[in-house]
């Protein structure tokens, strides 16, 4: 079925800022010059860049979909690496407009919906609402209606919002358009007295607020053809001649002008008799017969269509001109004049030819700009709708053709048209069918998804009624949970407390053993000996390091952490009473990294003087020759380094010679310290390490020992 008049919803833009665009037509849809588009894109870049090729897309959505999927691919790829989101929705709003020129209204929807889920997640109301509109116009070509309503009144809701500035978010010409495009589904469905409504408010929001003059001109005209839907031929007749005095200030209103000539001249003839303006004005070969028409009227009639079909004709509009013809021989066969009615037929057949030819409804490309139906002003004429449209009119023009033929007894011109109406009516049907099963699968699939979304807001009151039941579980995992970690405080704590107990009992027992009761006895021994000798000055040297020596001890070792200038002070001062006490017997030397600060640097105390009295215990007592012991403290990285080295008889001789004489003995100070050392490192990031390296010689000799100590620094 022709549908003539159409109206439909926007198929609006983002503008591009940085252009012009060229004085269009289509008033609302997204069009722009071509070539002025080609022109500044070779030196465009990022978003700009982006903007024009999306403005490529969007003008060539209708008239090369190739050359539409080019551009808006290009567009959808830069828009991508760049992060810029409302490119990539408007390339993929322009996938939509290709799909949907080409008549595949699923993949149309599927673009459509990405492109309407970006700007929403955006924040760009305002184009939600065009896509939305995109969304509603799919839907009625569909012949899905209602859903055509329903995303047209979502776009509507979100116009009138308030945009945060004291303003709608759609202006009043996106309004009234929006109401004017309600009004096609309510034509289709038979409530032409709604629709009327609308085009009348649209009218008078156009006087209020400028609207330009193809646009009013075309709704002046879709009114006059809604009061004829509704029987009312006086008002029909008052707005076509209203739109006549429209200024001829570009040529779609001329176009427009003598357009509504030929419906004009139709209407004459019925004079309100027609029931629906869709409808083929003629569906049987010649209605006239049914009833006799004023003479008055075959005359207004004739002369209308006449001056239609010469300009039109003339000026390259082959649909309106093959229509007007048709209509003209129709005229002439209710009058009985055979050679005119010939005529004209034959020159629609012309038109109709050249229209199948160009796969086009135009002389000239540029007549494609200009406005001469009224439609295209929303949605321009696809290949597709010029093909199918183009032989349901075959199909009459070749039965009419073909019936007054048969009239006249002219059965071999009959013939020829009758074949080739069988032939249109096969095309048309395979076009139909095709079109008809893309409308059944857009219906299938929005009634899928539909399901989909009932399905899913099932099962989200599920969990909720799940996730209510669930919450007092996990309250009661919760306070498990609180009361595990509160256990595991508890423990945690328990074990500082007995670590602080074992590091205090190691203290004591070191307290215990550090001094050799041997050691004690032998120095108390010297003193009585210095003083028995009558050598005070010795004696009392030897007593006030053997007392410093004592306090030190006692006073360090209730302490964690002592600086390294008190814990040198102690080496130093046991190593000067064992030189006493064992004479000749060894030197030692301590040297200490200048860069040390000895007051500020704190060691755990008497880590090293175990060690110390093994190198002079075991290490010197038989050894022949003096004995030589080196301490070296120095700074490594964030370590503190204490090197002991010995030239001693070596760990293994000593041990040997040891059991033999006291075969129960265990160094138990040695012990302590290593278990200091596990203690401390329990609570150290950085571990304390220990090294104690037998040294040989070339020959595995043994001559010497090494201890080494790393202690993190601690100031």
Known sequence: MTIQGLKIPVLILFVLLHLISFSQAFSDIEWYDVDSLLNVLPDQTGKDKIHTLNALAASLSFEDKEQCRNYANQALLLAEKLKDQEGIAAAYRNFGRMEFYDGNYPDALKYYQKSHDIYESQGNAYLVAHVLEDIGTTHFFARNVDKAFEYVQQALVIYRKDSGNGNTVGGVKDTSSLFVRISLPYRVIGRSDIARDYYLNYIAAGKQHHFDNTSMIVMTGLLAACYFELGNWDSCAYYFRLADQFPEENMSIQALKHEHMRRLGLYALRNGKVDSFFSHYLENAFPFVDFPIEKSKIDTSLLLL??????????????????????????????????????????????????????????????????????????????????????????????????????????????????????????????????????????????????????????????????????????????????????????????????????????????????????????????????????????????????????????????????????????????????????????????????????????????????????????????????????????????????MEDNGIGRDKAMHIQQSEHKDHRSMSTDITLQRIHALNKKLKRKITLDIIDLTDAYGKAIGTKVVFEIPLFK
């Open 306 to 643: 006449t001056t239609s079909y010469e300009y039109m004709s003339e000026n390259g509009f082959l649909k309106q001109a093959q229509m007007a013809a048709r209509q003209i021989g129709d005229v002439y066969v209710y009058l009985n004049d055979q050679e005119k009615a010939e005529m004209y037929y034959l020159k629609s057949v012309a038109l109709l030819n050249e229209i199948l030819s160009r796969k086009s409804f135009y002389r000239y490309d540029s007549l494609k700009y200009v406005v001469s139906w009224g439609r295209e002003l929303y949605l321009p004429f696809t290949t597709k709708f010029v093909m199918e449209s183009t032989l349901e009119e075959a199909v009459i023009l070749y039965e009419h053709l073909y019936k007054n033929y048969v009239r006249h007894n002219q059965f071999r011109h009959a013939l020829k048209y009758l074949l080739a109406r069988s032939d249109a009516k096969d095309s048309l049907l395979v076009l139909q069918r095709n079109r008809e099963s893309i409308e059944i699968q857009t219906r299938y699939e929005s009634g899928r998804k539909d399901t989909e979304i009932l399905s899913l807001q099932q099962q989200n009151e599920l969990k909720e009624l799940q996730l209510a039941q669930n919450r007092w579980i996990l309250a009661g995992l919760g306070g498990l949970v609180i009361l595990i970690i509160l256990l595991a405080m508890i423990l945690t704590r328990q074990n500082k407390i007995r670590n602080s107990q074992q590091t205090l009992m190691f203290q004591q027992r070191l307290l215990r053993t550090q001094m050799n009761p041997h050691f004690l006895f032998n120095s108390l021994a010297s003193i009585q000996n210095f003083i028995i000798k009558e050598k005070p000055a010795l004696a009392s040297d030897y007593l006030s390091r053997f007392s410093k020596l004592v306090r030190q001890i006692l006073i360090n070792s209730v302490e964690e952490y002592v600086p390294l200038e008190d814990e040198i002070s102690s080496i130093e001062n046991y190593l000067e009473l064992q030189k006493v006490r064992h004479r000749d017997m060894f030197e030692y030397t301590i040297d200490v990294d200048e860069s040390i600060d000895l007051e500020t640097t704190l060691v755990p105390p008497m880590l090293a003087q175990p060690f110390i009295e093994n190198s002079i215990e075991h290490g010197f007592k038989i050894k022949e020759g003096k004995g030589h012991l080196r301490i070296c403290i120095e700074m490594k990285g964030k370590m503190i380094r204490f090197e």
